[in-house]
């Protein structure tokens, strides 16, 4: 099961699916695993270390937590992409606003001069805007 | 208060830069949020170009699906489209960041469904222009002329009162209403960080925390026209949770957030 899970975590990173940074606690969790994997014991000295009565429940106990860690990691991500995204879709409305102001005035001055070449009095244009 | 005083240093020198003197003239930006105002649209335009014909105005398009985008490039409106929706609060801070990048002194949100006078502007503006306030809020409940909302609907804005009282030591008695005037210093602050969703008793809150002076001013609303209000009445309960709680949290953040 957990070699099936590390398989997957390994074919992803390869196939670049995943960000290694967004695997990190993941590969932590598989690192745990594996270390009680090794040493099936540790399980028990550290049920009786913290009072549990019966090791299963501290392996199911820590399970849970840390899939509520890496619920509320994936959570923050998605806020910040959501501010990320929120952001670019705000500057891409400015800059399309402008562009069409921009192509206005190109348009514009390129028909009062007679121009059919439209790229140099675009620009003027342009950089008129910028300022 | 110190951060008022950083802000105030902050802009002296682009006052020096455009040569801009104490009573003259500022530039001014009617913001008028969109999504999916197609049939009220051209009406709040018209109006508000015989209203204040100095004023430039810009109508944020949040990606409606009605073709808002088109009447205005049809009728050769001053537009922005967003590429998707962000909701009315995305929506409006691009009309900030607009304003902080055309360098404009004063930026007022003007409803997009006609609820809004624009010939009640001035009002808010002069209040800004003279310097007593960094924002100004156009309030239905000042003198109670009217549209005035449904009963509920009052219930909930006075709560937002009550809680805005406890939490800034201050009255605002229309916290939800989107009829409000900004400066400078508070577009720049707005552009930054603005609240999202329901945004507007929380941008309240965020702007009096951060040290801006947020007064009101009498305004009479009109019922809207056509198209449907962004809170139905489903959502209301979603609403009151969320924002109370959004103004909790603002409260909780730190007083300077830069």
Redesign the interface.
Known sequence: MMGLLCGIIVYYLRKERLELKYTLLWLLALLIVLIVVIFPQLINTVAALVGVYNPVNLVFYVQGVFVVIILLSMTAIVSGLNRRIRRLAQEVAILEERLRQAEGLGLKASASRGVQEQTVPLNSAAGKAAQ | MTNKKRLKLRYAHCADSTGKGIGSMQKVLVIIPAYNEGKNIGNVVTQLRSACPDYDY?IMNDCSKDGTEQICRENGF???????N?GIG?NV??GY??AK?HGYDIAVQLDGDGQHDPSQLKSLITLIENGQAHMVIGSRFIRREGFQSSFLRRVGIRFFEKLIRLLCRQTIADATSGFRACSRDLIDFFAEDYA?DYPEPEAVISAIRAGFKVTEVPVVMKERKTGVSSISSLKSIYYMIKVSLAMLISAIKPWKRR
């Open positions: 810009i001053h537009y922005v489209s967003l590429p998707i962000l995305g801070q691009t960041r607009y990048k999202q």
